[in-house]
């Protein structure tokens, strides 16, 4: 791996859904650095916590979300600033943009079809006291460096197509350069086509610069593979395995990356030889997660002490991280 310095990291964070009834323990107990100039691609099923993370690193936590425990640190200048210690609203103006920015899930539909895109500039402009005119024809330039021709900035958004949409949203949320972007699915609606682009894209932006390092949310680990130097796979709102993308595609580790990796219809040789299977059952219920790991229910390695007690994330080998018994001493 390149450069091993941390950019980010979260200790121990525990967010849950507060909902009047129940509580939703979409995030619990999860530890992660993301480290500068990498690209980290996030994978697991629907309901996962994928979001809910990236929500905690971007400190968006709004009710009924709750950071019940745990910290986040964003390096700032060369020093840890603890961001969990801050209201929602003062890190959204002191960092937001500059530092983090995240384009959420479905965010080219959430552009409000009677504003025209330079209308989003101006708003920057505005919450960040920047001169309107300034941010405006940066805009433009960026809009040619992602391959859209700067007078759509003029128009509306329904006047684009949904690729030419997810590309106009990346350069206006990388406007101000952000050390860290954060993106949430946002290849999901594009045509194959689209998808290729878009992913040109972003690596293009990385490598002039424009943003440090990105945090790639996705369903589909064909393109984490493509575009991330490692990989975090989330089980019912736990990490279940980091590792260095080539190390976990050659031989992933925890029995659910298996599953994973085994239900990807790949052209990969050495996936394909260990046949398709799909891992039998369905992801747990956050208000009730079971017992001990909570994949044991699914899991054909599961042992008694899985039943009994929480696999700690840890690594076994260099640069890999598993929370699995199979991998642990305590085992026997
Ligand atoms: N606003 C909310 N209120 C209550 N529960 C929520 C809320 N948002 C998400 N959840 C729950 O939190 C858990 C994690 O959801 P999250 O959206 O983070 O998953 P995800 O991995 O991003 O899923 P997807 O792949 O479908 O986007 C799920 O059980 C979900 O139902
Ligand atoms: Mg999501």
Redesign the pocket.
């Known amino acids: 791996m390149k450069n091993r310095e941390i950019l980010f990291k979260m200790e121990n964070v525990k967010a849950y859904?507060k909902?009047e009834e129940v509580t939703?323990k979409?995030v619990d107990d999860v530890s992660l650095e993301i480290f500068e100039d990498e690209v980290i691609g996030i994978v697991?099923?629907?309901?996962?916590?994928?979001?809910?993370?990236s929500n905690v690193i971007s400190m968006n936590i709004m009710k009924?979300?709750t950071l019940v425990e745990g910290k986040v640190f964003l390096k700032i200048n060369g020093e840890f600033e603890e961001i969990s210690s801050m209201s929602r609203e003062e890190v959204k103006k002191k960092f937001w943009g500059k530092e983090i920015t995240i384009v959420p899930?479905a965010a080219m539909n959430a552009l409000m079809p009677t504003i025209k895109m330079s209308k989003y500039i101006e708003h920057l402009a505005q919450s960040h006291g920047i001169d309107k005119n300034e941010l405006l024809s940066k805009a433009e330039k960026r809009f040619e460096e992602v391959g859209l021709d700067p007078l759509w900035l003029k128009r509306y958004p329904f006047e684009l197509s949904g690729g030419m949409k997810q590309r106009a949203v990346i350069a206006i949320a990388t406007i101000l350069n952000p050390v860290l972007l954060i993106v949430?699915?946002p290849t999901s609606a594009l045509d194959v086509v689209n998808q290729k682009i878009f992913l040109k894209v972003l690596m293009q932006m990385k490598k002039m610069g424009i943003v440090k390092s990105i945090v790639f949310?996705t369903?589909d680990i064909a393109t984490v593979r493509q575009i991330a130097d490692r990989m975090v796979v989330?089980y019912a709102?736990k990490i279940a395995e980091i590792s260095p993308i080539e190390e976990i595609v050659q031989k992933p580790l925890h029995p659910y990356t298996q599953g994973l990796l085994n239900s990807v219809l790949t052209p990969e040789p050495e996936i394909r030889k260990r046949g398709i299977t799909t891992i039998p059952g369905a992801p747990p219920?956050?208000v009730n997660p079971p017992s001990g790991c909570r994949f044991h229910p699914r899991c054909s390695y599961a042992m008694d002490i899985c039943k009994e007690k929480v696999p700690p994330l840890k690594e076994i080998e260099k640069n890999r991280k598993v929370a699995c018994f199979l991998y642990m001493e305590e085992r026997k």
């Open positions: 859904y909902l939703v979409a697991g099923e629907s309901g996962s916590g994928k979001t809910t993370l009924p979300l899930q949430d699915e949310i369903h989330m709102g219920n956050l």
